[in-house]
């Protein structure tokens, strides 16, 4: 079972940027899609993006939709996750965790092999 490591969060400021990775224990190239998750306290874990195997497709919420971007290195068994314009609102813990369907799905039931989390917090 893939095991996943998350890394590159922070305290920043309002309109910063941050890059959070998900390394892989195994290639990432293997045939599954990777997605990203945040939980902010008190609230329940969120889809935020998603990407296929391949790299060539891509999902986000509506909430991040222009301001983050997913992308992977299967060479380097990793994902990424770059994120613009930060608003207080994302602070959250981050998650990356493995899909279970062969299509992008937002569903936080349909992913496991879950890292521990990466905090991000982002102040006004």
């Known amino acids: 079972q893939v095991q996943l490591v998350e890394s590159g969060g922070g305290l920043v400021q309002a309109g910063d940027s941050l890059r959070l990775s998900c390394a892989a224990s195994k290639r990432t190239g293997d045939n599954y899609n990777l997605g990203w998750f945040r939980q902010a306290p008190g609230k329940e874990r969120e889809f935020v993006a998603a990407?296929?195997?391949?790299?060539?497709?891509?999902a986000y919420a509506d909430s991040v939709k222009g301001r983050f971007t997913i992308s992977r290195d299967n060479a380097k068994n990793t994902v990424y996750l770059q994120m613009y314009s930060l608003k207080p609102e994302d602070t959250a813990v981050y998650y990356c965790?493995?899909?279970?369907?062969?299509?992008?799905?937002?569903?936080?039931?349909?992913?496991?092999?879950w890292g521990q989390g990466t905090q991000v917090t982002v102040s006004s």
């Open positions: 965790a493995r899909g279970m369907m062969n299509e992008l799905v937002m569903d936080v039931q349909l992913y496991n092999s």
């Open positions: 990407i296929s195997w391949s790299g060539g497709s891509t």
